[in-house]
């Protein structure tokens, strides 16, 4: 099955600088792959996604890029907010339309002043 | 904006009792799916329900648990004989097909 790998797993910035965060996967059929952020004790939230067909993706300060080939993804996070500060996961899913999200093992972002 | 709802938000229990928790999504999707975080590690996937039955199910969803709809609204999950290992965050999620939106979870405590 899918294995998709996450590093780092902590991550601090100083307020307005960027963040990467990069994901590998390993089940070249996956096709759709979404970035969710996670606030201490609630659920986790879609903040971007991209699919197989383009390589890279903007949502203002965000941005994902996607290697099929090597088979990686990244975020980006420009201009970091400390309320950016979360735990973001990264995930991979198949070709169905029901298909599971598999999720990386997530990333805990901390902005500092 | 509308969003997946489920109750209870907070459930403690003891080792072998019957849980059941309770999901409302989104009401046009058509694909539901439950997930599991156990404290500070990744979301895991149990399983996938679409049109009323199983879609797919992960090595976690053993005889233990299963899923229904007993209605046009909900969808539940229960585990029918608790262990202390069940202790969780379960997520309950909707898609339409694109973006799985995911509830605020019920946080499970097994003693």
């Known amino acids: 099955g899918e294995n998709v790998e996450q590093h780092p797993s902590t991550l601090s910035v100083q307020e307005g600088d960027s963040a990467v965060i990069k994901c590998t996967y390993s089940?070249?059929?996956?096709?759709?792959f979404p970035w969710y952020k996670q606030e201490l004790g609630k659920r986790p939230q879609l903040i971007i996604d991209?699919?197989?067909?383009?390589g890279e993706k903007k949502d203002q300060r965000i941005a994902v890029t996607l290697n099929k080939t090597a088979k990686h993804f990244s975020l980006h996070i420009t201009e970091t907010q400390p309320e950016d500060s979360a735990v973001y996961f990264c995930?991979?899913?198949?070709?169905?339309?029901?298909?599971?999200?598999?999720f990386g093992t997530g990333t805990r972002l901390q902005v500092t002043l | 904006e509308p969003e997946v709802t489920q109750t209870p938000s907070h459930q403690v229990t003891q080792m072998g009792q019957e849980v059941i928790l309770r999901c409302v999504p989104i009401?046009?999707?058509?694909?539901f799916y439950w997930y599991r975080q156990i404290l500070g590690q990744k979301v895991e996937f149990l399983v996938s329900f679409y049109n009323n039955e199983i879609s797919e199910k992960s090595e976690i969803f053993d005889d233990q648990f299963s899923v229904e709809r007993p209605d046009g609204s909900n969808f539940t999950l229960k585990i029918r004989s608790t262990k202390l290992e069940d202790s969780a965050m379960y997520f309950c999620?909707?898609?339409?097909?694109?973006?799985?939106?995911f509830g605020p979870g019920t946080r499970l405590t097994v003693t």
């Open positions: 009401s046009n999707h058509l694909y």
């Open positions: 089940d070249s059929a996956s096709n759709y």
């Open positions: 995930a991979a899913s198949g070709t169905g339309t029901a298909s599971k999200l598999t």
């Open positions: 991209i699919r197989s067909n383009v």
């Open positions: 999620a909707s898609s339409d097909w694109r973006e799985q939106y």
